[in-house]
């Protein structure tokens, strides 16, 4: 088991930064490949980042390539994304998810945190 806290959300405007963070605790963290994911409303959740166990592949959601960032620190049992240039887009609840491999598909994710909302003002 592996439990997910996500962190950093809030209210930017559009062209502005913000930073999430998701906290693991549980099983051996460095293990997992960790993904975000975000859901607007009335929309399906979607892949944004992923990050494999070790740092050395991380696959974008072409509509945020070049704009984020993830990261991980296995040492803390974190992951992070940063997120620059906000788009009004952007806005939607953001969850972090952990699994055995860097899926683009949220449904290959075995353990989710409870989601931070990002709101990205025009």
């Known amino acids: 088991q592996v439990q997910l806290v996500e962190s950093g959300g809030g209210l930017v405007q559009a062209g502005g930064s913000l930073r999430l963070s998701c906290a693991a605790s549980?099983?051996?963290?460095?293990?997992?490949?960790m993904g975000w994911f975000r859901q607007a409303p009335g929309k399906e959740r979607e892949f944004v980042a992923a990050?494999?166990?070790?740092?050395?592949?991380?696959p974008y959601a072409d509509s945020v390539k070049g704009r984020f960032t993830i990261s991980r620190d296995n040492a803390r049992d974190t992951v992070a994304l940063q997120m620059t240039s906000l788009k009004p887009e952007d806005t939607a609840v953001y969850y972090c998810?952990?699994?055995?491999?860097?899926?683009?598909?949220?449904?290959?994710?075995?353990?989710w945190g409870q989601g931070t909302q990002v709101t990205v003002s025009s």
């Open positions: 549980g099983r051996t963290f460095s293990t997992y490949a």
């Open positions: 990050i494999s166990w070790n740092g050395a592949d991380t």
């Open positions: 998810a952990a699994s055995d491999h860097y899926y683009t598909n949220p449904k290959a994710y075995n353990y």
